[in-house]
């Protein structure tokens, strides 16, 4: 079985760009998570989507932060623009609905903008 | 503060010793989880123990938790090499079907 799909692993972007993290989950699972992780902060919650809808947009990260399901299979970050304090490793996570059921996670996007 | 914490912050223990590591929190749980992430790879679950359960084994793992105290502990007994990376207990509601992660513990196993 395919797990979660991320790319790319590694981005570098200038400040001000706009970049697009992708993310593929386990096939069937209906629900959806993009997390940032950093050092201080640990793993923060930017996005939940149910069967593509979505559930939670992360509140802070509202205005630059952008996540979009394009399908049950397809998952995008978008970042516009970008600035330095968003050098972090963005991870998707995805599970199947239920009861407290497992949440697995992909290797992440290390993010570096300059 | 923190709705879950694990402690402590970091450790070292030298390979085939065990260890514990210890997750309090501060929500309404229906289960908690324990995952391991290895440097350059995301969280993976090792043990999701349900509010209704005590103990959960899983080979060289070994969780328990204690709803009434609000904690929670991760033991792992003959640790190798390969077991170094961060642990973390996340908790997970069905009333908000939200999951709380904490900080992490650091886990150095030195041959």
């Known amino acids: 079985d395919a797990g979660v799909t991320q790319t790319p692993r590694h981005e570098v972007a200038e400040k001000g760009q706009t970049i697009i993290l992708k993310c593929e989950p386990v096939?069937?699972?209906?629900?959806l998570f993009w997390y940032r992780q950093t050092k201080i902060q640990g793993l923060e919650l930017l996005s939940y989507f149910r069967s593509k809808s979505l559930m939670e947009d992360g509140g802070a990260f509202k205005d630059r932060f952008k996540a979009e399901m394009l399908n049950s299979s397809f998952s995008t970050l978008k970042i516009q623009p970008t600035e330095p304090k968003d050098s972090a490793v963005y991870l998707c996570a995805s599970s199947f609905w239920g009861s407290a059921e497992t949440l697995y996670f992909g290797s992440g996007t290390r993010l570096t903008v300059l | 503060s923190q709705l879950a914490e694990e402690n402590p912050w970091a450790l070292s223990v030298h390979e085939g010793e065990s260890v514990t590591v210890n997750c309090s929190y501060k929500?309404?749980?229906?289960?908690l989880q324990w995952y391991r992430q290895k440097s350059g790879e995301g969280p993976a679950q090792l043990i999701l123990?349900?509010?209704?359960?005590r103990e959960k084994r899983n080979g060289r793992l070994r969780a328990t938790l204690d709803t009434s105290s609000q904690s929670s502990s991760l033991s792992i007994t003959a640790t190798r090499c390969e077991d170094t990376a961060v642990y973390f207990c996340a908790t997970f509601n069905t009333g908000n079907y939200k999951y709380v992660f904490g900080a992490g513990t650091r886990l150095k196993v030195i041959a």
């Open positions: 929500t309404s749980i229906t289960a």
């Open positions: 096939s069937g699972h209906n629900d």
């Open positions: 123990i349900r509010s209704n359960e």
